[in-house]
């Protein structure tokens, strides 16, 4: 299907599309013909540096929605194509999936004039841009990144299989069957979330997906806290799981109520993913002689902090689907399967120990 008055869509899946006809009926002149440069202007050594470190906060606009030729046309696509007796034609011809899944006349305008401006970038030799902070993504059926999507579901179905199978081995009477019980459905919804934002980005989509995110890392913290501290000090414990939602609370709340701060969001992450890795190394390394298994929570921990060094090797898409993103998603799959042996492990020491050496672990 194509929108008239709009871009050319891609001919085939992988594809950047080739602006073949000019549809835009309310310029005189094809766009195909306007140049980049005066309008984009080029990004210094140092720029291109902190774009690719500082990719993970997002942007309020990115290089190619701030191009006046993506601008004008959305504009045009949207005046023409999503108004009156085109916008029911649209409606019309649009597949029950694109509608169900919320994909609107100007999302799809978006779409097509985002291949568009991609095309008159690579004609003129400049490097593939991004689009509201996110690199150009070949749709597939309603997925909007096929491969991120796909990837989140994947790590969504790893921690069912570890949950069924931590319930079916590991006893309820064990003092932290009930912490990792949370911890997994909190790890669930997560990718739950992750899969709906980037099979759709909307804004709604993209704070769950930051949200729940959040609140993954912070029970990982409270995690480690119980397994470390709470099961001599159950108190402490539950003052600081207090403090924690507390803390959720206000973050929700600061990034909901004002305008969405994706500088402070990566930061307070990141800030929170060095006391999980810190502390749960730390335990780890001082029991490491008593508990052997230990190695498997070491190497997690680890391994989530290292992989997501893959968000700096920021490029294009591969065939228009796979990024850097994506393969992150994909690299932390088998990591739910150690992590949940390490859970499975420790829960069962603990059964496995009286209850005076329990207060003493």
């Known amino acids: 299907m194509r929108l008239e008055g709009g871009i050319c869509p891609p001919r085939n899946l992988y594809a950047p599309p080739e602006p073949l006809c000019c549809w835009l009926l309310f310029r005189g002149d094809c766009y195909r013909h ?3 440069r005066g309008s984009a202007g080029v990004f210094p050594a140092m720029a291109e540096l902190l774009l690719v470190l500082f990719l993970a906060v997002g942007a309020a606009a990115s290089r190619g929605d701030r191009e006046p030729v993506y601008r004008d046309c959305v504009t045009g ?13 649209f409606r019309a011809e649009q597949p029950l999936y694109m509608r169900m899944t919320g994909w609107s006349c100007l999302d799809d305008c978006r779409y097509q004039c985002m291949w568009h401006t991609v095309f008159l970038y690579l004609k003129e030799g400049y490097p593939v841009p991004q689009f509201h ?21 994947l790590n969504g179905i ?4 570890m949950l069924r199978r931590y319930r079916s081995t590991v006893p309820s009477s064990c003092p ?9 459905l909190v790890s669930i919804n997560a990718w739950f979330w992750s899969t709906i934002f980037h099979t759709k980005d909307t804004a709604v989509t993209e704070k769950m997906d930051y949200f729940c995110a959040s609140a993954v890392i912070l029970h ?4 480690c806290c119980v ?20 803390l959720f609370a206000c973050h929700v709340s600061y990034l909901t109520l004002g305008r969405f701060d994706y500088s402070y969001n990566m930061m307070a992450n990141a800030s929170l993913g060095m006391v999980n890795l810190f502390w749960w190394l730390a335990w780890c390394l001082r029991r490491r002689s008593h508990q052997p298994y230990l190695w498997k929570c070491v190497l997690v921990v680890v391994l989530l902090q290292s992989l997501a060094l893959l968000e700096l090797l920021d490029f294009p898409p591969v065939l228009w689907v ?3 993103h994506a393969l992150w998603h994909f690299s932390t799959i088998p990591l739910h399967f150690l992590f949940f042996s390490f859970l499975e492990d420790d829960s069962l020491y603990l059964l496995k120990m009286n209850s005076d050496v329990l207060k003493l672990d």
């Open 77 to 89: 696509c949207d005046k023409i194509n999503c108004t009156g007796a085109r916008l029911r034609d």
């Open 158 to 161: 790893a921690n069912i299989l």
């Open 133 to 153: 902070g996110k690199w150009p993504f070949s749709r597939f059926l309603f997925f909007q990144e096929p491969a991120s999507a796909l990837a989140s579901l």
């Open 227 to 246: 397994r470390t501290l709470g099961l001599r000090y159950p108190s402490f414990a539950n003052a600081f799981g207090a403090l924690l939602v507390l």
């Open 220 to 223: 990982s913290i409270y995690l």
């Open 176 to 184: 932290m069957y009930h912490t990792c019980l949370i911890f997994s």
């Open 322 to 324: 796979l990024d850097a």
């Open 34 to 36: 306007r140049t980049i």
